[in-house]
């Protein structure tokens, strides 16, 4: 049987994952803190691990940097319900798989699980036509319709440079220059990373 790590300090979401992913086949083992999910993770060998970034004890982003340095490799899905590029971007470079926007549904977790087990951390036809709309939608002047097709694509694969720079063109449309050259950075390290 699958094993699979939740780690969450809010107990409805360690429940409704619990759930899902029993659902799903997994074993679930739950943590309710940083430092305890640490120890599980060197403790045992899970096929995932579903991580949020705001926790007692140790950030979820320090756990993920921990793990990597201690080469665990499992698979790690970040949950966030304060999605920020910035931690988008670190969590991605420290090699998350999938970064995964608060709140959700079982059927989000059950395409998310569906995309690792398929060996994908994203799905590139969704990102495709997600990319494709928005760049409709922003030479059409629908800039917050552009901006929301690019988050959605942005949550299917943070790694993405194109989003970034299609971010950065929506800012500049809309006059915002200092936000469009943060994300035109933010693209560059992509490309250079």
Request: proline letters at 3%; aromatic letters at 6%.
């Given at each position: 049987?699958r094993?699979?790590?939740?780690v969450?300090?809010?107990?409805?979401?360690?429940?409704l994952?619990t759930?899902?992913?029993?659902?799903?086949g997994?074993?679930?083992?739950?943590?309710?803190?940083?430092?305890?999910?640490?120890?599980?993770?060197?403790?045992?060998?899970?096929?995932?691990?579903?991580l949020?970034?705001?926790?007692?004890?140790l950030?979820?982003?320090?756990?993920l940097?921990r793990?990597?340095e201690?080469?665990?490799?499992v698979p790690?899905?970040?949950?966030?319900?304060?999605?920020?590029?910035?931690?988008?971007?670190e969590?991605?470079?420290?090699?998350?798989?999938?970064?995964?926007?608060?709140?959700?549904?079982?059927?989000?977790?059950?395409?998310?699980?569906?995309?690792?087990?398929?060996?994908?951390?994203a799905?590139?036809?969704?990102?495709?036509?997600?990319?494709?709309?928005?760049?409709?939608?922003?030479?059409?002047?629908?800039y917050?319709?552009?901006?929301?097709?690019?988050?959605?694509?942005?949550?299917?694969?943070?790694?993405?440079?194109?989003i970034?720079?299609?971010?950065?063109a929506?800012?500049e449309?809309?006059?915002?220059?200092?936000?469009?050259?943060?994300?035109?950075q933010?693209?560059?390290?992509?490309?250079?990373?």
């Amino acid at each position: 049987m699958r094993k699979v790590l939740i780690v969450d300090d809010t107990k409805n979401i360690r429940t409704l994952l619990t759930m899902c992913l029993e659902a799903e086949g997994y074993q679930v083992t739950a943590a309710g803190d940083g430092k305890q999910a640490l120890e599980l993770l060197q403790q045992n060998q899970f096929h995932l691990a579903f991580l949020d970034i705001k926790l007692p004890e140790l950030p979820g982003t320090e756990v993920l940097r921990r793990v990597r340095e201690l080469g665990i490799d499992v698979p790690i899905i970040i949950m966030t319900a304060f999605a920020t590029v910035k931690n988008a971007v670190e969590c991605t470079k420290l090699g998350a798989v999938v970064y995964l926007q608060k709140p959700f549904t079982a059927e989000k977790i059950r395409r998310v699980i569906q995309e690792i087990s398929d060996g994908e951390s994203a799905d590139a036809d969704s990102i495709e036509i997600l990319l494709s709309d928005a760049k409709k939608l922003l030479a059409n002047c629908k800039y917050n319709d552009s901006f929301q097709q690019l988050k959605n694509a942005l949550a299917l694969d943070p790694g993405c440079g194109e989003i970034y720079r299609l971010i950065a063109a929506v800012y500049e449309a809309q006059g915002e220059c200092k936000q469009a050259e943060r994300f035109k950075q933010i693209a560059k390290q992509f490309e250079e990373g």
